[in-house]
């Protein structure tokens, strides 16, 4: 159980135009969803948190008109990554939580990596 | 973004050794996590900890949440070959939807 999947694995795109990026909740339903962004070598960083049925939140320093966020549903989040430059070229991982055994915490996509040309 | 400190950076160990690592943050924490995450996918757990002196195991991996909420330390013992990757801690609220704040990571590589 708990598993949470990523759509696409790797994108390539032009400078300029937007991506978009899904993350499902496979086995479960989420009413919240992180996104978070990780350059190489380094650690994850936490972008926003996604709410079923309302804004997302962002964290201090990350453009909301930049990086759309839609929690369409209880299983489905998007990120959209609008006009796209290559300092944007980075890993994209989402996180649900869920309840597996006796661990009451949140479960990782594969991340998405998107390289800008 | 806020991160907390974790340490060594860095091991390079040989196989059947045990490893130490640990994290400390100027925050308390109410949940402390250990994921490990392999090149190019996502972390996953490995350890979830949710009260404060709680000692966990899993399999090889033990760790432990510190006493003042603001640690905790994960130890591998026996170390194999797949053991290679990255291990992060982080701190997290009361409730599975608050949100992670992540260590900064250690990078394991084990020789045979």
């Known amino acids: 159980g708990a598993v949470v999947s990523q759509h696409p694995s790797r994108v390539i795109c032009k400078s300029g135009t937007s991506v978009k990026i899904e993350c499902r909740s496979l086995?479960?339903?989420?009413?919240?969803m992180f996104w978070y962004r990780q350059f190489p070598k380094k650690s994850l960083m936490l972008m926003a948190t996604?709410?079923?049925?309302?804004?997302?939140?962002?964290e201090q320093g990350v453009e909301k008109d930049k990086f759309l966020i839609n929690h369409a549903s209880l299983t489905l989040s998007t990120l959209t990554v609008t006009s796209a430059h290559p300092e944007d070229s980075s890993f994209y991982i989402c996180s649900a939580p869920s309840l597996v055994g006796f661990s009451d915490t949140q479960y990782f996509g594969p991340g998405t990596r998107l390289t800008v040309l | 973004g806020q991160q907390l400190n974790q340490s060594p950076q860095s091991m390079f160990i040989q196989e059947g050794e045990d490893v130490s690592m640990n994290c400390t943050s100027s925050s308390i924490f109410n949940t402390w996590l250990w994921y490990k995450q392999d090149p190019g996918e996502g972390p996953v757990l490995l350890i979830a900890?949710?009260?404060?002196?709680e000692l966990t195991s899993n399999g090889r991996l033990t760790a432990q949440f510190g006493i003042t909420r603001k640690d905790s330390f994960l130890n591998i013992s026996a170390s194999i070959p797949s053991d290679v990757g990255i291990y992060f801690c982080?701190?997290?609220?009361?409730?599975?939807?608050?949100?992670?704040?992540f260590g900064t990571g250690t990078r394991l590589q084990v020789f045979p």
């Open positions: 996604s709410n079923e049925g309302s804004k997302a939140t962002y």
């Open positions: 982080a701190g997290q609220g009361s409730y599975n939807t608050d949100k992670l704040i």
């Open positions: 900890l949710y009260k404060a002196g």
């Open positions: 086995d479960f339903q989420a009413t919240t």
